[in-house]
């Protein structure tokens, strides 16, 4: 569904995109791991068109994407500090957002009814605390109903029980043929949620593979130690 | 287009430095008009100090307002929307709320106290001037991430039409003096918006009998309707030029 092809990126003098190049493909879960600074971010803005990438292509379903914006009715992106305008309420961001997304077909307020935020309809958006304002980009994310759905870093703010509803909520997604990006750093979590794992380190690949794969080359039976054996052992 | 000019208009409403902007534009031409005595000496002290303050509001106002936005803006790149078009939403609700303060704070004491062509040109001149500097304040903000960065380049940009650049011009005409000037000035003076609204208006006003052969040449040009045609376009150009460059910096850049 989204194939990147030799996608670099510096700021400045440091490369963080490396000729990159990787496919995705729909009814996936994909967790994206990597060290800080790896580039797990940057990747995802390229691919959302808020991080314009140096050289190479980013393709949505065979399209390129750059210079375009209208495929992003299709993809739902949470980013990792969701940022908003202070002085909105809650109610202006959601109307807002639908209000220029209004081809979309089918809205799903799943998340708004789960996360009890029409109870906080009228509070300004620079009073809430950081994990409500993370419940708001999950509900935003997933609203629109997209064929793929961006998340960075989605339950690093959340509550445990917000969590667990966005971990159910990702994997009935998936059921449906959508193809969901996750940076994680949580292993027990990634293990719950994804089917691939890939690794970027210094802007490149370091590995792509389904879970299974990974456990069988390492011969581990939990993933964290899995994937610190094969980090260890490529160093 | 509409949808997000609204949000931007609601949002300006809501800081009420608008507000409190007309409310100064409308004393200050009142006070001027009932001070002056004749309402051609009120045009004329409405002139110099709109031609000061109006860029020096616009340009400060545009600039804060641009880095206040970055969240707003932040959050709508990722929807399906064109850079351009958010870019773009920003101006005009900038410029378009500026534009109704000074209407209110100067059209409406222009219209009741001297109705005429040159204060319709005093009206004209400022809204330019507001589109000018908005658009420059643009330019200023798509240049650097840093806020406080940007409101220097801003305040320089105003420094330099506002002040500097007339001491420029005297420097020049005062050392080039030996030589016929007329045109090289009539150059000058569409390089400063500024200068070219001041002296658009100042022709409309009997004191141009007082700025000697070039004030003449300035009168045969800017009194045709070709020329005052031709001054406006210069004008419209300063709107178009930081704009469009701005605009284009913006949908090629990182944010």
């Known amino acids: ?235 | 287009m509409n949808k997000i000019i609204k949000y931007v208009l609601y949002d300006i409403v809501r800081s009420k430095i608008v507000v409190a902007y007309t409310l100064f534009l409308l004393l200050l031409s009142i006070g001027l008009f009932n001070l002056g005595g004749s309402p051609d000496k009120g045009l004329l002290s409405l002139l110099n100090l709109v031609l000061l303050t109006v860029p020096l509001i616009s340009i400060v106002f545009a600039t804060t307002h641009f880095y206040n936005s970055y969240e707003f803006m932040e959050l709508l790149v990722s929807q399906p929307i064109r850079r351009s078009r958010i870019f773009l939403s920003e101006y005009w609700g900038v410029a378009l709320s500026l534009s109704a303060a000074f209407l209110l704070g100067v059209g409406v004491p222009v219209l009741l106290f001297a109705p005429g062509a040159t204060g319709l040109y005093l009206v004209l001149t400022g809204l330019f001037v507001t589109f000018i500097f908005v658009a420059l304040a643009f330019l200023a903000s798509v240049i650097t991430r840093d806020k406080a960065k940007g409101i220097g380049i801003a305040l320089l940009l105003w420094f330099y039409f506002a002040l500097i650049y007339d001491g420029i011009v005297l420097l020049i005409l005062y050392s080039f003096g030996d030589y016929p000037l007329e045109y090289a000035t009539l150059a000058l003076t569409a390089l400063n918006p500024v200068d070219l609204g001041r002296v658009m208006v100042l022709l409309n006003l009997d004191v141009s009998a007082m700025m000697g052969y070039t004030g003449a040449l300035y009168k045969s040009i800017f009194g045709s309707a070709w020329g005052v045609g031709i001054a406006f376009l210069v004008l419209l150009l300063w709107v178009l030029v930081p704009l469009l460059t701005s605009r284009r910096a913006f949908t090629r850049r990182d944010l």
Do not use: W
């Open chain 1, 1 to 235: 569904m989204i194939a990147i092809e030799n996608l670099s990126k510096t700021y400045g003098k440091l490369a963080v995109l490396d000729n990159l190049s990787v496919r995705f493909e729909g009814g996936r879960v994909v967790s994206i791991i990597g060290p800080n600074g790896a580039g797990k971010t940057t990747m995802s803005k390229c691919i959302l068109g808020i991080v314009l990438p140096d050289s190479g292509d980013i393709k949505f379903k065979g399209e390129s994407v750059l210079k375009k914006h209208a495929y992003r009715s299709e993809i739902g992106y949470m980013p990792q500090i969701g940022k908003y305008p202070e002085n909105m309420k809650i109610r202006q961001v959601i109307e807002m957002v639908r209000d220029i997304r209004k081809d979309a077909t089918r809205i799903d307020e799943e998340l708004i009814g789960l996360y009890g935020l029409q109870n906080m309809y009228d509070k300004r958006m620079g009073s809430l605390s950081g994990g409500t304002k993370q419940k708001v980009s999950a509900a935003l994310a997933f609203m629109f109903d997209p064929q793929v759905l961006i998340l960075d870093e989605p339950t690093a703010g959340l509550d445990p029980i917000s969590a667990e509803i966005l971990k159910c909520k990702i994997l009935k997604e998936k059921k449906k043929g959508k193809l969901i990006l996750i940076t994680s750093h949580i292993m027990s979590e990634i293990e719950e949620v994804a089917d691939e794992v890939m690794c970027l380190m210094d802007g490149t690949v370091k590995f792509h593979d389904t879970i299974s794969e990974i456990k069988q080359n390492a011969n581990e039976e939990r993933l964290s130690r899995a994937i610190a054996k094969i980090m260890n052992e490529e160093d």
